[in-house]
């Protein structure tokens, strides 16, 4: 469609994938799932890939994963806000304290994702991506 000098490109019925992983505090990526399509929702995977986690440890989430609290974990995950209501003043700066910590996870993500692969070389991206921030390889941008 051609309106003067601007473009539309409407793009349909367009695929994606999606993974779930964990990573440490240092961006290390300690687990990777199965690729999947990407409108399944995040707590499917987890429901379909239970993974055994340490007792006592914080899982950082996001509200994709409402309804996930594996056994003897704590979950820190932000509040969302109700419907109709606003946050609290408390809510918003702890949502904000959260999303402080769990950004490190996104810098992992798109680390993996510099590399552009899809599907099982996913699993490679990932080990380029900890060789990387375990050889302080900044450099590699793209």
Not at 19 to 43: E, F, M, P, Q
Not at 94 to 108: L, P, T, Y
């Amino acid at each position: 469609m051609k309106t003067g000098s601007l473009h539309a490109i409407v793009v349909k019925k367009t695929h994606s994938i999606k993974n779930n992983l964990l990573c440490t505090n240092n961006l290390r990526i300690v687990w990777l799932s199965s690729t999947y399509k990407g409108h399944v929702h995040d707590k499917k995977i987890c429901d379909e890939e239970p993974l055994l986690l340490p007792k006592g440890i914080r899982l950082w989430q996001d509200t994709g994963f409402i309804g996930h609290k594996p056994d003897g974990v704590e979950i820190c995950m932000p509040k969302k806000k109700p419907k109709g209501k606003e946050l609290t003043c408390v809510e918003k700066q702890e949502n904000k304290r959260i999303s402080g910590v769990r950004i490190k996870v996104e810098h992992a993500i798109g680390g993996m994702k510099k590399f552009g692969f899809e599907d099982m070389v996913i699993l490679i991206a990932c080990g380029l991506h900890n060789f990387r921030i375990s050889h302080k390889m900044s450099h590699i941008t793209n």
